[in-house]
Each structure stands twice: as C-alpha cells, then as structure tokens.
C-alpha cells in the first residue's frame, strides 16, 4: 500500500523568502510519480509540478522545484521568493506508473500562509 | 481551453433525495476519476473509470454509483444522499498515470 505523510500541518513565511513543504511517502512499488497541487481558499486544485520516480534531474516549474530523494523516499516541494498569492494549502500525492490500479494517494495537506 | 467541468459547483439537498453531479472533460482522458475532501483527511477517491464502461471502486465508495457511457462524461449519483455524504467533490481526469486535471470542484450540503 502507497503512503503519503505530511507533517508539517501549517507553515508561515515572509513574503519574498523561499520555503520548503515536507513530503515523506511509502511505497514498494519500483515506478512512481509524485506531485504536488495547490488548493487556494477558492478550492479549486491546481497542478504545480511533477517528478517521476526514474527522472534523475529534480523537476522544475518555475518558481517551484521538487527535491527527489529516493533513498529516503522524500519529495519536497520548495517555493522560492514567496508572493502572497501562494498561501494555499498544498497536497503531496503519488501514483503508481505501471502495473495495476492507478488510484493515487494523498497526503492530508500543509496550510500555507505567506506574511507580507 | 482544455478543462473539466462540474456542475453544480454549490448544492444543498435534504436526506434521501436523489441527486447528480456531472462531470465533463474534453481533453479525451481516458481515465476519470471522483474524490471527495473533507477537513482533515485530505482527498480521498471514491470511483474511477479507465476507459468507456469501465468503472471501478476507489477508497469510499460507499452510497456513490457512477456510470461512463461516453469518454466525456463521468456522473456521480448519490441515489439516497445522507449528511454524512456532506463533503466537497472533485472531478479529475487524467491519461493514465499522467498529471490529473482537477474540475472545479462542487460543494454538497445534505441536510
């Protein structure tokens, strides 16, 4: 069975400064795909970035990135330079790639505020 | 614009009565899937669908049908909605295992 754990429940950080949201997962399964979403109090989910469990290079989208270690089985998400509009509540989950049921599992979020 | 929709996005019903969601996308995902958010618990997946006819139970599927006749389109049936079904729904598509596209979500109240 595939775990997602996110604990830290809520962060807070200065506008402008970057931040980094905790993402442990367990998983036996060799092929995976991690993402991140971000949920604002609008409620909508909005796909951010994605890494996949053979990619070597960590994933970059803009002024997010995701630090992939496998070893220790963490995928972080790191915002750099904060903006007010990310506080959000963000959602780590993981997918199996190949191979059976595709339901992906999600962690219970981490609550976001950006000071200004 | 490639999208998912859901509608309603609000609904407040009383116990018992039959109601629908729908949901379409039109980026010819072959996988749909519906989930539901409750504080706390994060999202949890209730029905998915691989293809046209092919429709699978997720976590929670308890008191939810689902039916996928067209690849669009992916309905969630509460035939008898109960407070406890009270939630927040999402829709999403995806081609499989690929990125999901998340719907707008809709706000249900049973009361």
């Known amino acids: 069975a595939q775990k997602i754990t996110q604990t830290q429940p809520g962060m807070f950080v200065q506008e402008k400064e970057a931040v980094t949201l905790d993402c442990t997962y367990d998983t036996s399964d060799q092929s995976y795909g991690l993402f991140w979403y971000k949920q604002p109090s609008s409620g909508e989910m909005i796909f951010l970035i994605y890494q996949g469990s053979y990619d070597e290079q960590n994933a970059t989208e803009g002024r997010y990135s995701l630090n992939f270690q496998k070893a220790r089985k963490s995928a972080n998400l790191v915002i750099s330079a904060s903006q007010l509009g990310d506080s959000a509540m963000y959602f780590c989950?993981?997918?199996?790639?190949?191979?059976?049921?595709?339901?992906?599992?999600f962690g219970r979020g981490t609550s976001l505020i950006v000071h200004p | 614009e490639a999208q998912v929709t859901q509608n309603p996005r609000y609904l407040i019903t009383v116990t018992g009565k039959k109601l629908t969601v729908t949901c379409s996308q039109n980026?010819?995902?072959?996988?749909m899937s519906w989930y539901r958010q409750d504080p706390g618990l994060g999202l949890r997946q209730i029905y998915y669908?691989?293809?046209?006819?092919?429709?699978d139970k997720g976590d929670v599927p308890e008191g939810y049908k689902v039916s996928r006749k067209e690849k669009r389109n992916f309905p969630l049936i509460l035939e008898s909605p109960s407070p406890n079904q009270t939630s927040l729904y999402f829709c999403a598509s995806s081609f499989p295992p690929d990125t999901q596209y998340f719907g707008p979500g809709t706000r249900l109240t049973v009361l």
């Open positions: 980026m010819n995902h072959e996988y």
């Open positions: 989950a993981m997918r199996r790639i190949s191979g059976g049921s595709y339901i992906p599992t």
């Open positions: 669908s691989m293809n046209v006819e092919v429709t």
